[in-house]
């Protein structure tokens, strides 16, 4: 049943698919890894190494890139006590939506290593006193920018978002005659878990603040938050491409990359892809914090995102499991993705590794980037979280497409979250 429910799902979801493994003695761990950029590279070399290093095997299943479809077959199949994946890279906001399916792993971490870890990000995994996965890499959404093109125009990196959206178009301008298709600004505006990233990110620059607030009040209906929405409707079709209305962070790395964008908001993954030998920006790019907005509570906004590992609680071989989790968010392990794919470790002491801030000098900034950091209302939300992100990445998507204004969009978010909410008891 559990085979037909995986067989199904694979047709689904299109990229399902389980990729080869070690062979070895011992039992088969199977992991689930994302497929952003080379995430599913990475995580089959580090899964590989640690079967080697044990006797055991592992099977690699990929999932989508996109943050909704992976949860949406998560939930299938863990709704079934699906036996077929033991160990699930989850995202930083699905904690309180998964927790009860996974088993807790206080004791995969060596005790010695525990202060390693960023608390936040360790109080980020732990729901009811339980460590339901173990934090891998962080996100935080990024500026990335053609540093030769700002040279050229005698621009300094944008500090508000008035300013980018000046620099963008002048830059536009300038080099329309030798790259017709360029573009200003690109980043994740199709309507998924992304848009909810940026959007916050605008909000929140705003001194808009986070949806719903910490004590739980649901506080997107107000008027910074609109005013950093209208905001954004003005890049479409002027700095930022229609099309960007359905971008995630691939298409927007895409545009980017080949040359296409003087700037781009994306996460420190794009970085070691942005700089790659065949890289037709190799060595153009340089790295920021996103603008701030206007008003007296304007600031510097990055989404805090990330993954993490969990054991899934119906796996048949849980201490395996385990231990994969532990050898993958290793220090060597975090030291390798940092090197090969920029993948910001969640311990603290690879940050001093001298070829990790060789191969990625906004490490050195990322401190400062985390202190911007705004983190999504999942921890108060728990299990409804999806539910008030998806309320308002599709009423944002609706701003941004033209199809609502702002102050009516933003009215109706709040309308339904303090329904679906019971007026703030989450
Ligand atoms: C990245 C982040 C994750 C976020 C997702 C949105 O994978 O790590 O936290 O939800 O992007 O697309």
Redesign the pocket.
Known sequence: MIRALLAATALTFGSLAVLSSAQAEGVTVAISC?S?GIELQLCQTGADAWAKQTGNQVKLVSTPP??NERLSLYQTLLAAHSKDIDVFQI???WPGILATHFIDLADAVPADQKGDFFPTLIANDTVDGKLVAVPWFA?AGLLYYRKDLLDKYHKPVPTTWAELADTAKAVMDGEKSATPDIQGYVW?GRS???LT?NALEWVYSYGGGTIVDDKGKVSIDNPQAIKALEQARTWIGTISPAGVLNY??EESRGVFQSGKAVFMRN?PYAWSLANAGDSPIKDKVGIAVLPQGDGSDAKHAATL???QLAVSKYSVHPKEAADLVRYLTGADEEKRRAIQGSFNPSRKSVYSDKDVQAANPFFSGFQQILENAVARPSTVTGQKYNQVSSTFFQAVHGVLSGQSDAKSAMSGVDKTLDRVSHRGRW
Request: include cysteine; aromatic fraction near 10%; hydrophobic fraction near 25%.
């Open positions: 994302s952003l996109d943050a995202d930083a906001v996100d994740q998924y878990e992304g990233c995630s962070e996460w995102g990330g993954q």
